[in-house]
C-alpha cells in the first residue's frame, strides 16, 4: 500500500472510530512503525491501545502515539507476559484514592509526602469513614426503596446521623466511629457531631470492637446518651461489586492495560504456577537454612513463580553495630540459593520485613520501608528477579490481587478489644478450616478451637473494616498520609496475615484469608496454586518435605 493512501485511511480510521486527528510528526511516526513491522492492521490496534481518559486533547501528539505503539507491542510478546504477570507494588507506591462525597466517585491525590500536618491525622478517619458509608449505602440492608410500593416487600435499615438523633424518639441505626474522650465513657462519632454511649443492655455482638473502629450502633437516645442494644461491624462488600461500582479506577496501582489483563486471564488458568509463602524466616539459626535448602531442593523440578520470604529474618532484634550481621545472613542465604540454578533462573524471590527488622529507620510506623540495600547487596547482584519490598506490600498475579502484612495482629486486637464477642460460640459470619501440624493434649486442642473462632473474628473485622490494622494510633502509629495504603478496598482476592499463631484459613465474602504460621518453629509455610486458587499447607520434614491439605491429610513429594 502507498503511503498516501495508507495516511488517508489511518488519518478515516481515527477520526471514524475515536474522533482523533494528528499532529504532522505523530501521524508519520506511525507510519513508519507500521512499514518496519509489515503490518497495517497495526494501526487499528494502537488506536483501541490510547487510554483517552489521559489525552489532553483529540489531537494526538508524537508522545501519545508511541506510548500507545510500545502497549501494542509489548502486548504482543510473550516474554511480556510472563514479566507481567508478577508486580510487586510497595506501599508507599500505592496511589491514594479519596472518596468524594459530592461528585460520588474516588478522587486522586498526586502530591503526598510522607510526613503530614495536623490535619493530615483528622483526615485518617474522616476517609475511613467515608469509604465505608459509601459502600454501606449501597448495601441492600441499607438501600432505600426506590419505587413505590417496594419498601412494603424489603425490609431496610434507615441510617441516621447523630444531628438528627436530637429532638427524635425511636429505634434508631447509626454509623459512627468508636472513641473514648474520657475513661471509662465511650462515644460515637461522625463526620459532625459526637454522642455517649450505653452499652449496659448490649448484647456480645460477632467481630472485634476496638476503639476508632467504625461500627454500626442500634438503640435509643434517652437524655443526651445513645442506648446501645445491637452493635455490629458495617458489612463488607465484595471484590466484584466494588470494581463493577468503580471501573477504571486502579486502587492497587497494578496499571495493568485492558488489552493485557485478557492475556493474563488466558495465562493465569492455563498455567498451573505456585507461590510459596514463608514467614518468620530466622536467618541466623543454622536450623532454618538447613530447612531451606531442602525447601529449595523440593521445588528444583517444579519451579515456582515465586517464594516471599517474610521476616522477622533473625531471632532477635539486631541493635547497634549489630546490624550489619544481617549483610552476612542474606549472603548465607543467597550462597544456598546459587545452589540450584533452576530457582535463579525462573523464580521470583520477594522479601517482606517484619516488625524487628532493621530498614532505615528507627521509627516502629507503618508502612515499614524496604530492608536497606546496604544488607541485601549480595542477593540483588546474584540473583536475576529480586524484590525487597515494604510491609505491608501488595503483589498482583495476573487477575488476583494478593496484600501480605507481617503483624501480630491477632494479639493486638485481641488486647485492645472494649467490648466482650460472642467468641466460641457456634455461630460465625467466615468459614473456615485450621490446619495443625503437630499433637496436641486436649488442653492445648480446647485454645486451638478458641483461636479458630477468634481468626473468625479477625478476619471479618478486617475485611469489615476494609482496614489492616483498625487499632488506636497510640497502639499501632501508622504515617498518617499513607493510611490509604492498609486499605482493604476493595477486597483482595488472598490476604496473608503473617503472624505468631497457628495456622488457619477462612473464605469471607470471596476473600481468601490464611496464616502460614512461623517456617522457624515447626517448618511450615503455605503453597499458593494461582490457577484453581487452592491452598496447601505445608511443611518440611527431616528426610523429605510434605504438603498438608486439611487438617492431617499429608502427600509426599519426592
Not at 438 to 460: A, N, P, R, T
Amino acid at each position: 500500500m502507498s503511503i498516501p493512501k495508507l495516511k488517508q485511511d489511518i488519518t478515516k480510521t481515527f477520526k471514524r472510530v475515536g474522533g482523533l486527528s494528528f499532529q504532522a510528526d505523530a501521524l508519520e511516526h506511525l507510519i513508519k512503525i507500521i512499514k518496519q513491522q509489515g503490518d497495517p492492521s497495526l494501526a487499528e490496534r494502537v488506536l483501541q491501545a490510547i487510554d483517552k481518559n489521559k489525552l489532553h486533547s483529540f489531537i494526538l501528539n508524537k508522545a501519545s502515539i508511541e506510548s500507545a505503539i510500545d502497549i501494542v507491542l509489548k502486548n504482543e510478546s510473550i516474554e511480556s507476559i510472563d514479566e507481567e504477570c508478577i508486580k510487586v507494588i510497595d506501599a508507599f507506591d500505592i496511589p491514594k484514592w479519596v472518596y468524594d462525597d459530592t461528585r460520588k466517585c474516588f478522587q486522586l491525590e498526586t502530591s503526598v509526602s510522607l510526613h503530614g500536618d495536623a490535619s493530615s491525622k483528622i483526615d485518617v478517619f474522616r476517609n475511613r469513614f467515608k469509604l465505608i458509608r459509601q459502600r454501606l449505602l449501597r448495601h441492600e440492608i441499607f438501600s432505600a426503596p426506590i419505587l413505590p410500593g417496594e419498601g412494603v416487600k424489603k425490609d431496610y435499615y434507615q441510617l441516621t446521623t447523630i444531628d438528627d438523633l436530637l429532638g427524635d424518639t425511636g429505634k434508631k441505626c447509626v454509623l459512627g466511629m468508636l472513641s473514648q474522650f474520657h475513661d471509662g465513657k465511650y462515644y460515637l462519632e461522625d463526620l459532625k457531631r459526637s454522642i455517649q454511649l450505653d452499652f449496659s443492655l448490649l448484647e456480645q455482638p460477632s467481630g472485634l470492637f476496638t476503639e476508632n473502629a467504625i461500627v454500626i450502633a442500634e438503640g435509643y437516645l434517652v437524655g443526651k446518651v445513645f442506648q446501645v442494644s445491637l452493635l455490629a461491624l458495617p458489612p463488607s462488600e465484595s471484590r466484584e461489586d466494588s470494581i463493577k461500582t468503580f471501573p477504571g479506577v486502579d486502587f492497587f496501582g497494578s496499571s495493568i492495560h485492558p488489552h493485557m489483563l485478557q492475556k493474563l486471564q488466558v495465562y493465569e488458568q492455563q498455567e498451573d504456577n505456585l507461590i510459596v509463602i514463608l514467614s518468620d524466616v530466622w536467618l541466623d539459626s543454622p536450623k532454618v537454612l538447613d530447612k531451606l535448602t531442602k525447601l529449595f531442593r523440593g521445588y528444583e523440578s517444579i519451579v515456582p513463580s515465586a517464594f516471599v520470604l517474610i521476616g522477622n529474618f533473625t531471632s532477635r532484634a539486631l541493635v547497634g553495630g549489630e546490624h550489619y550481621m544481617l549483610s552476612d545472613y542474606f549472603d548465607q542465604l543467597c550462597n544456598i540459593i546459587m545452589n540450584f540454578p533452576s530457582l535463579v533462573e525462573g523464580s521470583r524471590f520477594i522479601f517482606v520485613p517484619g516488625p524487628a527488622d532493621p530498614c532505615g529507620t528507627t521509627l516502629n510506623v507503618i508502612p515499614r520501608p524496604p530492608i536497606p540495600k546496604v544488607f541485601t547487596s549480595s542477593l540483588r547482584t546474584n540473583l536475576k528477579k529480586v524484590y525487597f519490598t515494604t510491609n505491608p506490600c501488595r503483589i498482583t498475579y495476573c487477575t488476583q490481587d494478593i496484600v501480605i502484612f507481617r503483624e501480630d495482629i491477632a494479639n493486638k486486637m485481641k488486647r485492645n478489644c472494649i467490648i466482650k464477642t460472642n467468641i466460641g460460640s457456634e455461630s460465625s459470619s467466615a468459614t473456615s478450616t485450621q490446619t495443625q501440624t503437630q499433637s496436641q493434649s486436649g488442653d492445648l486442642e480446647m485454645k486451638d478451637s478458641e483461636m479458630s473462632d477468634f481468626s473468625q473474628h479477625l478476619v471479618k473485622t478486617l475485611c469489615d473494616e476494609s482496614h489492616l490494622c483498625p487499632l488506636p494510633l497510640q497502639v499501632r502509629p501508622i504515617y498518617w498520609t499513607f493510611d490509604h495504603a492498609l486499605y482493604l478496598y476493595p477486597l483482595p482476592s488472598i490476604l496473608v496475615l503473617a503472624d505468631k499463631s497457628n495456622q488457619f484459613e477462612h473464605t469471607y465474602n470471596g476473600c481468601v484469608c490464611f496464616n502460614p504460621s512461623t517456617f522457624n518453629t515447626d517448618w511450615s509455610f503455605v503453597c499458593y496454586r494461582p490457577s484453581s486458587t487452592e491452598l496447601e499447607f505445608c511443611r518440611v520434614d527431616d528426610d523429605a518435605w510434605g504438603v498438608f491439605e486439611g487438617v492431617h491429610n499429608q502427600k509426599k513429594l519426592h
